[in-house]
Each structure stands twice: as structure tokens, then as C-alpha cells.
């Protein structure tokens, strides 16, 4: 059993450090894969994530970064 998930952020049009950057100031341990071995470039970033309610607070803040970077772009 796994307590992590890779992140393809490719259908958003950001690179993956964008999401780390948000997801660790948020106080996620999130690790940038966007230079990994055999993934395309600026593409991907890996998330340790430990309880259920760990995945909801995941959840809210991916939606409250999209929902703040769509207000910034607009």
C-alpha cells in the first residue's frame, strides 16, 4: 500500500513546479518529478499524502489554486 500519487499537470497548461510550490506552502510534502527519469519535462510531481482527510485537504486546495491562478491569468 502506497501513501503517495504522481500528479500529471499536463491537461493544465502550468509546469509541475507551480503546483509544488503551492502544494508546500500549503503543508503538503510534495517532491517536483518534472525532471524525472523517463517522464516528460516540467510534467509531474509526486505527493505523500497520509490520512482520508489529508486527500480532502489536497483536494481543496487543488480547487483554490485553480481557482486563484484562473483569477490571476484573467
Same mark, same amino acid.
Given at each position: 500500500?502506497?501513501?503517495?500519487?504522481?500528479?500529471?499537470? +499536463? @491537461?493544465?497548461?502550468? *509546469?509541475?513546479?507551480? =503546483?509544488?510550490?503551492?502544494?508546500?506552502?500549503?503543508?503538503?510534502?510534495? !517532491?517536483?518529478?518534472?525532471? +524525472? @527519469?523517463?517522464?516528460? *519535462?516540467?510534467?509531474? =510531481?509526486?505527493?505523500?499524502?497520509?490520512?482520508?482527510?489529508?486527500?480532502? !485537504?489536497?483536494?481543496?486546495?487543488?480547487?483554490?489554486?485553480?481557482?486563484?491562478?484562473?483569477?490571476?491569468?484573467?
Amino acid at each position: 500500500r502506497a501513501n503517495f500519487l504522481l500528479g500529471d499537470v +499536463g @491537461a493544465s497548461n502550468k *509546469k509541475a513546479w507551480i =503546483f509544488v510550490d503551492y502544494l508546500y506552502e500549503n503543508g503538503f510534502f510534495v !517532491r517536483d518529478f518534472s525532471k +524525472g @527519469a523517463g517522464l516528460e *519535462k516540467d510534467r509531474y =510531481f509526486r505527493i505523500t499524502i497520509g490520512y482520508r482527510k489529508d486527500m480532502q !485537504r489536497l483536494l481543496d486546495a487543488l480547487i483554490e489554486f485553480e481557482t486563484v491562478s484562473n483569477q490571476s491569468a484573467s
